[in-house]
């Protein structure tokens, strides 16, 4: 088969790729709509439909389902489940393929069809999963699976803002290169106001109450490593061993380490120390949900976090990345595409470029850690659409807690030493080639 302007190997291994982002995003849908207020109440609407719902009698129906665990929070818990256990048996199933002529390969890259209907037996499945244990034993699951996922997020952003940086130097010496310079200048700027109006922000409305001692401590922390992070950045011997290292690159981290500072401040049970957006714009206090009050998750916090996930989600489908650092955490080969001389070989004397695997040889990327990574994003969104509140056993009450706050604060600290080691591991490591 020919493929024009392409090659088929890369071609179906991204297609991969965004064909299980899509079921991903596709169970983050179904969650989504499962939370949404009134959905338990529509459906109560359905006679017949929902055990205590309407009271219309039909001959030969009676009510069978319970949808105090098909909506809300359960339905969440049970979705996300079901998601999770899915990528992680295909991370399991996926260890060590080397290359294209693994028979598993060809499952990773089709069966769409059996593997759709895996993900719905699973979720099936997932429903009839009794309450009890494992509503507290999953919610801990989740607190981890998060934690690590958080920092993969930082990781992608760091690859995304080094591709970003040496695109636009790479413009900037082929076309107008003032043109350039003033928009990485401009984006960096943007990127370090935003971060500094949000380190004002919250020393002014999250460290107001006598126990906030806490947040003026992460508030601080987090903006003195910020500085550090952006002054290693641009020291001489880093730019030595990495040109395109710069401050677009530390202006965005900083920012989203701010945001993950302020998501981290919003789980804290103490609303002195919390108060909502809502309740700063009316200038009233934010109370504490009682047991039983429906928490909602489309709060600012919420939807901030699902556009990040949604953003990194795609790009880890879709990225190529040259920095060698980001390639080694992320378990991508280095050396991704076909070489000069493979193209050339790829090319019949017609004119018509033939298909060629690339990767016969070497997979361009892991497909077992690539399935890992959805199997956290699944516990992420799940933990994101919950607020991180802890249920009790039975569900009855949602509230924040403590565990969530370090979890969140801890992350950011150990995603910013990854980026630091990113930047200091060429001059440290100097007998090594990171290029």
């Not at 890259?109 to 059996?114: A, T």
Request: with cysteine; aromatic share 14%; hydrophobic share 45%.
């Amino acid at each position: 088969n020919s493929c024009p302007g392409c090659c088929p190997s890369t071609y179906n291994s991204t297609v991969s790729r965004l064909a299980f982002s899509f079921l991903l995003l596709l169970g983050s849908l179904v969650s989504v709509i499962m939370i949404l207020p009134g959905m338990e109440a529509q459906l109560k609407k359905i006679p017949g439909f929902c055990v205590g719902g309407t009271s219309i009698t039909i001959p030969g129906i009676e009510n069978k389902v319970n949808c105090d665990v098909i909506v809300g929070y359960k339905s969440v818990y049970r979705m996300c489940f079901a998601m999770a256990c899915f990528f992680f048996l295909f991370s399991i199933i996926m260890i060590r393929v080397r290359s294209s002529k693994d028979p598993r390969a060809s499952l990773q890259n089709g069966f769409w069809f059996f593997k759709f209907l895996i993900l719905v037996g699973i979720t099936v499945g997932a429903f009839f999963i009794p309450d009890g244990t494992f509503n507290t034993v999953w919610f801990y699951f989740g607190v981890v699976g998060s934690f690590i996922f958080i920092i993969i997020q930082l990781i992608l952003l760091v690859d995304f803002s080094h591709t970003w940086n040496q695109s636009w130097l790479e413009n900037a010496e082929e076309g107008n290169s003032k043109c350039w310079f003033a928009a990485l200048l401009s984006f960096t700027v943007l990127h370090y106001a935003l971060a500094f109006s949000a380190v004002v922000l919250f020393y002014v409305y999250y460290t107001t109450g006598d126990d906030c001692t806490e947040h003026k401590i992460f508030i601080s922390l987090n903006l003195i490593f910020c500085i550090i992070i952006s002054i290693v950045a641009i020291l001489p011997k880093v730019q030595e061993a990495q040109p395109s290292s710069g401050l677009l690159q530390a202006s965005l981290i900083s920012l989203y380490t701010m945001y993950v500072t302020w998501s981290a401040m919003t789980n804290n049970p103490n609303r002195k120390c919390n108060p909502s957006l809502l309740s700063l714009v009316n200038n009233n206090p934010s109370p504490t949900p009682a047991p039983g009050q429906e928490v909602q998750w489309w709060d600012a916090q919420g939807i901030i976090g699902l556009v990040i996930f949604f953003f990194c989600t795609l790009y880890a489908s879709i990225r190529s990345s040259n920095n060698t650092q980001v390639n080694r955490l992320m378990q991508t080969e280095e050396n991704q595409g076909l070489a000069a001389d493979d193209h050339e070989a790829a090319m019949g004397e017609d004119g018509v470029r033939r298909a060629v695997d690339n990767e016969e040889d070497a997979v361009t990327y892991s497909y077992s850690f690539f399935h890992f990574s959805l199997c956290l994003a699944s516990l992420y969104i799940m933990m994101t659409l919950t607020n991180w509140y802890q249920p009790d056993a039975d569900y009855q009450a949602m509230q924040s807690s403590m565990p969530a706050v370090w979890v969140k604060i801890s992350s950011s600290w150990i995603g910013l030493a990854l980026y630091l080691w990113t930047l200091v591991a060429p001059v440290i490591l100097s007998n090594r080639d990171f290029n």
